[in-house]
C-alpha cells in the first residue's frame, strides 16, 4: 500500500492547490491513504471549518499541531470528525482525539498526532504518550505526525519509534528535510514534509511582513503571501500485513 503525507497546508492558497491538483497527485503516486496537516489550513494559522470542509474532501485523515485551537469553534471540529485529530499529549480534558483509524477492509491504518515539547507547549511527554497509545493500538500499520520544533527532538523521536510503527513523519517547520531513511529496516523517517503554501513566503507568510518583524522587532500582522504554492509531502510505501516501511519519497509539486 502507498500512504500520502501532505505537509502543512497554508490558508487559501494551500487549499486552493489541494483542490486543484490532489486527484492527480494521487494518480501519479498510485495513492491508497491520504494524511494531510491542516495546523494552518485557515486564514491567518489553524484549522476552521471551511478549511476543514476543503480537506476533508481529500484526506482520510486530517493531523494538526500547535494551533490547533487558535480559531472560534475548532473544538466542534475535534468532538465532530473522527478523522480530524489534535496533538495526542494533551491533556485528556481537551476536546478531540489524538489517533485516527482508517479501515481498508483488508487492512486498518492508524494515524497517531504528536507534540514536540521543545521551544513549544509543554505538554504531557510524547515519548510516554506515545507508549501508552501503542499499547492500545492492535494494526501493524501506524503512522505517526510528530509536530515539532526541534531537530533533534524529531530526531530522537524517529529512533525511539524505530521497528515499533511504520512512519515518524516531522511537521510544523515548513521546510522539508532531505534526511528521508528507512530505520531498522521497518520504519520511514523524515524530520520534516515540509508545508503546501507559497514558495516564495517566509514559511507561507508574505516576505516584506516577515522581513520587518525579523529587522525591527516590532509588532507585525503576518498574512499569507499570494505568490505561486507548491505541494511538499511524502509518499509511504508499507506491506500491510506487518506494518512495514518499503520506501519513503519525498515530493515537491509545483
Do not use: W
Amino acid at each position: 500500500m502507498r500512504l500520502l503525507f501532505v505537509g502543512d497546508v497554508v490558508g487559501a492558497g494551500g487549499c486552493n492547490f489541494i483542490e486543484q491538483n490532489i486527484y492527480k497527485i494521487k494518480k501519479d503516486y498510485n495513492i491508497d491513504i491520504t494524511v494531510i496537516n491542516g495546523e494552518n489550513s485557515a486564514q491567518g494559522n489553524g484549522i476552521d471549518k471551511a478549511s476543514a470542509d476543503i480537506l476533508s474532501g481529500y484526506a482520510d485523515v486530517i493531523t494538526t499541531g500547535n494551533h490547533c485551537f487558535k480559531r472560534f469553534g475548532s473544538d466542534r471540529l475535534f468532538e465532530e470528525n473522527s478523522n480530524i485529530i489534535r496533538p495526542a499529549n494533551f491533556s485528556s480534558e481537551i476536546c478531540g482525539n489524538g489517533v485516527a483509524y482508517v479501515d481498508m477492509g483488508f487492512a486498518s491504518v492508524a494515524v497517531v498526532n504528536l507534540m514536540g515539547v521543545v521551544y513549544l507547549e509543554s505538554l504531557d511527554n510524547p515519548f510516554d504518550t506515545i507508549d501508552r497509545i501503542l499499547e492500545n493500538i492492535s494494526t501493524p500499520n501506524i503512522f505517526v505526525d510528530f509536530h515539532a520544533e526541534a531537530t533533534s527532538e524529531k530526531k530522537v523521536m524517529g529512533h525511539y519509534l524505530a521497528g515499533r510503527v511504520t512512519a515518524v513523519l516531522g511537521t510544523h517547520t515548513h521546510v522539508q528535510t532531505a534526511d528521508e531513511i528507512i530505520l531498522k529496516n521497518h520504519t520511514a523517517y523524515i524530520t520534516d514534509v515540509g508545508m503546501t503554501g507559497a514558495e516564495l513566503s517566509v514559511l507561507g507568510v508574505d516576505i516584506e511582513a516577515a522581513t520587518t518583524k525579523m529587522k525591527r522587532h516590532i509588532p507585525v500582522k503576518f498574512t499569507e503571501s499570494t505568490n505561486p504554492v507548491f505541494l511538499n509531502g511524502a509518499v509511504v510505501e508499507f506491506n500491510e500485513k506487518n506494518g512495514q516501511a518499503i520506501s519513503i519519497e519525498r515530493i515537491i509539486i509545483r
